[in-house]
Each structure stands twice: as C-alpha cells, then as structure tokens.
C-alpha cells in the first residue's frame, strides 16, 4: 500500500522572506535594464518581504526598496536633463550606479553579511 498523499504543500523557498529572496530581487533589478517591468515585480516583492526577515537580510531589503527609488529619481532627473545634452551623460552613470549597488549588495547576500549602510544615496559601503 503506498502513500500518494504528498503532505502539507512546500511553498517556493523564493518568494519567502530570507536570503533566497532578496537575491531574486537583485537579479529581477539587474535584469530591469533589459526588461523593464522585473523591476516592478522586484520592488513589490521587496515591499512584501521587507520587515518579515530579521537579521542581517533586512538590511538588504532597506537597501534593494532605496535602490529602485533613488535610482528611479536619478533617472527621470537624467531625462529631464537630456535637454541639455548632459542628461545622456547622467543616465549611463545612473546604469553603472545602479549595476554596482546591485553587485556589492549580492556580494555582501552571498558572504551573508548586511549592507552597511542600506540607507545610502550612494553604494551602500
């Protein structure tokens, strides 16, 4: 006689709180600048988590909302400059900014140690 009940349902270990889910928002931020809407669906699923993990990933929770926010203003400022002509300048200095906090913040997911300062306007560090 087997047993085909397969128990109580395993929810996906990505969209929980922790570890495994802040470094899908990185990756979704990270693939924003190919395919725009990811950083929607990263920045609500930080929303929903922020608060929930505890230790040391809350950090980058703080860290991954001030990263899409920030860099959201840097780029319409970079638009509205564009005008002039600088604001083409800016914009790719907003794309590097925003590809380097993303990086160090993996980093420091993948070392399992917090940003050290999630409230930056800069990197963090």
Known sequence: MSNTDPGPRQTDRWLEPGQTNALVIYILYLASLV??????VGIVLAYINRGK???????????????FWIGLLYALISVVLMMLAIGFLLMFAVAVWFIVRCILGLQALQRGEPVKNPQSWLLGQ
């Open 53 to 67: 993990a505890g230790g040391f990933v809350e950090s980058h929770y703080t860290f991954l909302v001030r990263t």
């Open 35 to 40: 395919i725009g809407v990811t950083g929607i």
